[in-house]
Each structure stands twice: as structure tokens, then as C-alpha cells.
């Protein structure tokens, strides 16, 4: 009964959905949307399951100080100040709680966004290496589209950016292109798998 | 005698209050009832279905403008639609429709406007009333809040006034049959009746395509699926990433590290998250068999209740119920790079001996793998994004790429309906790529053909029609 039930509702709003997707009635867009209602609904409050596991989490290495538990500290501070300044003053332009968010979230989420570009290099430096024939390839075509992007590349050779840019229109796309359609099939195949009940492990058990 | 006076005085007393009524009231009704006669009211009004709307919800109404667009001090200012449902009142709509200021002089205008919200089968009457109010005063509609005269110079002065409405005729209605195959249109049949009964329009013909090529390969994978309930065996190539899954727990469990698991930056509703899950409850099997940490930081709060639900299963399942420990599966931030944070100090803290990234990814894919390359841990990663998975392929020992990741629950169990779901699959693509070769020869035809004679231009325009039919439609 555990599985069955839960089998059954993924059955149900599965057929109604694909079977929304060929009716234009307007009855069908009214059902898509309230399922949409009732997903935010259930993920509401899954965000509160969230923050229990969350402050679980974190107050029990405060109170036990485990190792590194000074970071706990921090997470559960954090927490509090910006529900306090966001229950009690609002989250609007102008309150507290949109300058911390504008001036201590935002720039730390670009500082980690930055790591990006030192990362990129890091991995093309262990990685570009001209061990196998494919390799070779990889690393030729690397060395052309970065050539071609940049205003030094122009300058060198005029045809460079004309070069990259086929490389990036056309093999790169014929590539993309053939993991998508098999990404799209896989996806469908896997839908089915999940609707008709063959595909159980996300349940629990077999 | 005091009945006789009583039956004398009520009907008297009655006529009297009509009397006095009647005058009272005689400038209103002889002012209304001069608007209606006096030309200012809507003329043949007539609705029907709106023809470009699949929905069935819409219909389109069209009247006469009235002949007299100024009134004593009145103009016509705009139009309200009143709707009434099954033989119901008439209910005013609150939408206006502006009127257009006519020339002088000229024929009354034709005038439309679209009305949404209807249902099929429902009958429908419409009315439409023309407004008229002061020009120079803010005015609005019965049923509308009052609204607040804007102040400064050039604003309209006094309180805002009630238009005056003056209803049409009830409206009549025609009714449409068409018939559309592909591009090919049968012509239609208009007739008109009192009601609009609005049709009721279940199926989108426009995406039989679509729902054939469901069926066709719907049919491929119940027949592969028969195929292998017959016993047959069958072959799926050896997937380096899924057959190093064994490698990197043994690994884990001999270093005596713990596994880390990260089933991307989804929800649940993404395909490549429950197969995530699905995998999750294989690796969690084995890590309960021998009792190696397996820790879960989850970006989504649904996807944690998951990710508990299946471990503890596993454990379960491997005869370990102690060993299963709720706190290794949690709940970090919902926040992209918040998220890529923690897990980034959870891998420099606890140095897990292997790190599997399975799911959908966006731009932290790059930063969670050079992270982990760091630390030294064995990575193994599985994404359908095709945009990071060129990062995992760098930064990783092993990468299941798109449908790799679909294959791996099927790969790991080697149950034979999901083996044979596969090479439905793979069926399926090969069909894929044939049509589209054959679409490519075709178009390529039709490009060259339309500047030839007349029969190749012919052949061409047969040939675009049929590429036009199994494009998708919107």
C-alpha cells in the first residue's frame, strides 16, 4: 500500500497531463495550473521540513561542539538576524534585510561565481595534454576557438574569429544536438518507466 | 362602515402614490427613456466563436457604434459588455471598450471586442451598452470602485459621475463548422441562432504528429519489453562510470572515508534527479553492506525527504537499520552558490574518499569537481546539462553523459524490462536519425527543385506540404 498509492497518484496526474498537452481546452490549462498551485503548495512546505533538518543540523554540532562547530555558529546567527529583519521589517527595497542581501549575499555569491574563471584555467591546464589522437583534436580545436576570440587572434591571422565560429556553429553544435536527442529519448523513456510504475527505487526499496 | 372606508382608501391611496411616483420620476424615465429612443444605443449585435482560439474559452463580439455620439451634455465614451449564462441576468463585465471618436457626418462604425472565460456547452446572451458621460469629468462604470480625481492643472474638476448606460438588444449568434486537416482547410458554414453555445474543443489536431510518434515508440518499448520477458538476453555495452561506482565505494570503504553524493541543483520534477534518487538506493545498498559514511548535502528540501527515504530503505533492505544515520542526509540552501559553498568546505573537512555528482548541474558543476579534484577524491559524474558536461569530462575520472545517467539504473539492476527499455531507446534514435536524413534530403530538394519546371516545382510543393505535417506544431 506504501508504493501502490504513490504509484497510482503518478499514474493518474501523468495521463491527465499528457492527455492536457492534446486538448487546447481551456479546462485543461485551468488543471495544469492548479497542479502548478499545489506544487508550490507541497514545496512550501517541504522548505519548512528544510530549515528543521537545517537548524537540526547545525544546532547540534553548537551544542556538542564538534569539530568546526564555530561555522554552525555562524549558520544559525546568519539565520536568525535575516529572519528577524525579514519577519520584522519586511524584505522590500529599502529595509534592513534587502541591504544585507545586497551587500553581504550578493557579493559573496559573485566572489564564488568568480572562482569560475581560476578554475577553467586550472582544469584546461591538467586537462589540454596531447596524450591520444582525440586529445590532439580536443586540444587543436581548444587552441583555434580561443584564438579566434580574442582581438589578438584577429590580429595574427583576420580569418580566426570566421574559424571559431564555424567550429562552434557546427561540429560543436552537431555534438550538443546528438546528446540532446539522446538526453530527450532517455528522458521520455525514463518517464514512462516512472508513469507505468517499472521504475520504483525513487519510492524506497525495489 | 370602517371596512367600507378601508376598501375605499387602499386602492385610492395606491393610485395616489402611482400618480405621485409616476411624476416624480417622469424626468429619469422620460430621460431615459429619450436616451434609448434617441438613436444611443448599440445596434446588431451579433458574437461568435473566436476562430483563432483552441481553448474554446473565447468568442468574439461585434455591434453597430449608435448613430448619436453626443447627447445634451453627454459624449459616448465607451461600450460594456453585459453576459448572461444559461437564460441567468445579465452580468456587466468590468472590462470597458474605448469608443472611437467617429467623423461627422459619417455611417455608424463597426465595432468588436473578445470576451474570454466561456465554457463549452454553456448557453450565452450578450448585450452591449453604450457609456455616456461628461467628457471633462472622470466617470466610471456601476459595480466599479470610485475612482480618485487626479488634482493639478488640466484635471478634470468635480466628482467622478456615473456613465449612463443605454443596453442594446439582446445579441445573436453564429455558429462556425470548420474542418481542418494539416494545412487543409475545409470551407466553413456560418448559420446563426438566438444562443452562443460555446463548442467544446478536445483535441489539438495540429499535434497528431506529436501524439503518433508517442505511440510508435510506445509500441517499440512494450515490444522490446515482451521481447525480454521471453528470457532473451540482452546486450548493453560496458559503461566505464557505472562499472567504477563498485571501484570508488570499495575504495571509500578501504580508506575508511566517507562517500559523497551530490544529486544536483534540481527538484524533484526533473527526470534527471529521480534517476539521481535511483541511483542514490544502489550506491546506499552497498555503502550499508559495508558500512561506509555516505553523506547527502541536498539542495532541495523535497529531494532530502527523498534521499532519507530511499537510504534508510537501503539500509534497511541490507540488514543494517542501525547503521543508518538521518544526519548524513540534510538540507543546506536552496541558493545556487550558497550551496556550492558548503559542500565545497564539507569536501575540504571531511576529505571524502569519493565523490559521485549525479543529476542536473548549472555553472557550480566546474567549481564542485576542481574542488574535489583537489582533495584527491575519485569523482564520478552523471548529468544530462549539455553545457557542463564538458567540465565534468575535464574534471572527473569518469563522466555518464545525457542518456548515460537514464541507462545507469537500468545497468545496475540488469532487470530485463529496463534492459529492454533501453534498447527501445536505442530504436527510437536510430528512427529519429533516419527521419531526419531524410527530412534533410527533402528540404534539400524542395530548395532545389522550386526553380525547376513546373512538375518539380509541383513535386516541391508536395514535398513541403509533407514535411509541414510531421513538423511539430505549437
Not at chain 2, 456587466?92 to 468588436?112: D, T
Not at chain 2, 528540501?301 to 537510504?311: D, G, H, K, S, Y
Not at chain 2, 530538394?445 to 518539380?456: I, T
Request: hydrophobic share 50%; with cysteine.
Amino acid at each position: 500500500m506504501k508504493v501502490r498509492i504513490p504509484l497510482a497518484i503518478t499514474f493518474i496526474t501523468a495521463a491527465v497531463l499528457i492527455a492536457i498537452f492534446f486538448t487546447p481546452h481551456h479546462l485543461g490549462e485551468q488543471i495544469q495550473a492548479r497542479i502548478s498551485d499545489w506544487l508550490r503548495v507541497v514545496g512550501g512546505l517541504g522548505l519548512v521540513l528544510g530549515i528543521y533538518s537545517l537548524l537540526q543540523t547545525h544546532l547540534r554540532k553548537v551544542a556538542r561542539r564538534s569539530r568546526d562547530w564555530g561555522f554552525s555558529l555562524v549558520a544559525v546567527v546568519s539565520f536568525a538576524i535575516m529572519a528577524v529583519l525579514g519577519i520584522g521589517w519586511g524584505i522590500g527595497q529599502g529595509t534592513s534585510f534587502n541591504w544585507v542581501f545586497n551587500n553581504v549575499y550578493a557579493p559573496l555569491d559573485a566572489t564564488m561565481f568568480s572562482l569560475l574563471a581560476f578554475f577553467v584555467a586550472s582544469a584546461a591546464y591538467r586537462t589540454f595534454r596531447a596524450r591520444t589522437v582525440e586529445a590532439a583534436l580536443l586540444l587543436t580545436a581548444a587552441i583555434v576557438v580561443m584564438f579566434g576570440r580574442v582581438p589578438l587572434g584577429e590580429m595574427i591571422f583576420p580569418k580566426a574569429p570566421d574559424v571559431a565560429e564555424w567550429i562552434m556553429a557546427y561540429p560543436t553544435t552537431a555534438a550538443k544536438r546528438a546528446i540532446l536527442l539522446g538526453v530527450t529519448l532517455g528522458s521520455v523513456a525514463m518517464s514512462l518507466r516512472i508513469m507505468l510504475g517499472i521504475e520504483r527505487s525513487h519510492l524506497g526499496g525495489e | 362602515m370602517r371596512s367600507a372606508a378601508n376598501r375605499l382608501t387602499g386602492p385610492a391611496f395606491s393610485t395616489l402614490a402611482a400618480l405621485v411616483g409616476v411624476l416624480l420620476l417622469s424626468p429619469v424615465l422620460v430621460r431615459a427613456q429619450g436616451l434609448a429612443e434617441a438613436g444611443t444605443a448599440p445596434t446588431g449585435v451579433v458574437v461568435v466563436p473566436d476562430p483563432d482560439d483552441d481553448t474554446g474559452a473565447k468568442a468574439l463580439l461585434s455591434w453597430q457604434a449608435p448613430r448619436i455620439a453626443r447627447f445634451r451634455d453627454l459624449d459616448l465614451v465607451a461600450y460594456r459588455i453585459y453576459q448572461s449564462a444559461n437564460d441567468g441576468p445579465y452580468v456587466g463585465l468590468l472590462e470597458r471598450v474605448v469608443a472611437e471618436p467617429a467623423p461627422p457626418g459619417a455611417e455608424p462604425q463597426s465595432v468588436s471586442a473578445a470576451v474570454s472565460g466561456l465554457w463549452s456547452w454553456r448557453k450565452y446572451r450578450f448585450k452591449v451598452a453604450a457609456l455616456y458621460a461628461p467628457k471633462d469629468r472622470v466617470w466610471y462604470m456601476q459595480g466599479e470602485p470610485e475612482p480618485k480625481v487626479p488634482e493639478g492643472e488640466g484635471a478634470p474638476k468635480g466628482p467622478p459621475v456615473w456613465a449612463r448606460e443605454v443596453l442594446s438588444e439582446p445579441s445573436i449568434a453564429g455558429w462556425e463548422l470548420r474542418f481542418r486537416l494539416g494545412p487543409m482547410t475545409v470551407p466553413t458554414v456560418t448559420r446563426y441562432t438566438a444562443l452562443l453555445r460555446m463548442p467544446a474543443r478536445w483535441y489539438s489536431s495540429e499535434r497528431t504528429n506529436v501524439l503518433l510518434a508517442c505511440l510508435l515508440y510506445a509500441m517499440i518499448v512494450i515490444w522490446y519489453i515482451s521481447h525480454a520477458r521471453r528470457g532473451r538476453d540482452i546486450y548493453i555495452r560496458p559503461i566505464a562510470g557505472i562499472e567504477a561506482l563498485d571501484d570508488a565505494i570499495g575504495r571509500a570503504t578501504e580508506m575508511g572515508k566517507p562517500i559523497l553524493y551530490v544529486a544536483g541543483l534540481s527538484g524533484l520534477g526533473d527526470i534527471s534527479t529521480i534517476t539521481a534518487m535511483t541511483i542514490l538506493g544502489r550506491v546506499a545498498r552497498r555503502t550499508a553492506e559495508y558500512e561506509t559514511p555516505l553523506l547527502v548535502p541536498s539542495f532541495d528540501p523535497l529531494v532530502m525527504l527523498t534521499a532519507r527515504e530511499i537510504v534508510r530503505e537501503a539500509y534497511l533492505d541490507a540488514g543494517k537499520p542501525d547503521a543508518y544515520r538521518e544526519q548524513d542526509i540534510f538540507f543546506v540552501t536552496d541558493r545556487q552558490f550558497a550551496y556550492v559553498a558548503a559542500v565545497d568546505g564539507i569536501m575540504i573537512r571531511e576529505r571524502p574518499a569519493a565523490n559521485l555528482y549525479m543529476g542536473y548541474f548549472f555553472a557550480e558543476a566546474l567549481i564542485l569537481a576542481e574542488t574535489g579534484a583537489a582533495t584527491g577524491a575519485i569523482q564520478i559524474a552523471g548529468t544530462d546539462a549539455d553545457t557542463q558536461i564538458p567540465f565534468f569530462v575535464t574534471a572527473c575520472d569518469y563522466c555518464l553523459m545525457g542518456e548515460e545517467l537514464y541507462a545507469a539504473s537500468a545497468y545496475l539492476s540488469r532487470e530485463p524490462m529496463l534492459l529492454a527499455q533501453l534498447k527501445a531507446q536505442d530504436l527510437g534514435k536510430l528512427l529519429v536519425a533516419a527521419l531526419m536524413g531524410v527530412g534533410a534530403v527533402a528540404a534539400t530538394a524542395v530548395s532545389l527543385f522550386m526553380f525547376g519546371p513546373s512538375w518539380l516545382q509541383g513535386a516541391a510543393s508536395v514535398i513541403e506540404r509533407l514535411i509541414n505535417c510531421l513538423s511539430p506544431a505549437g
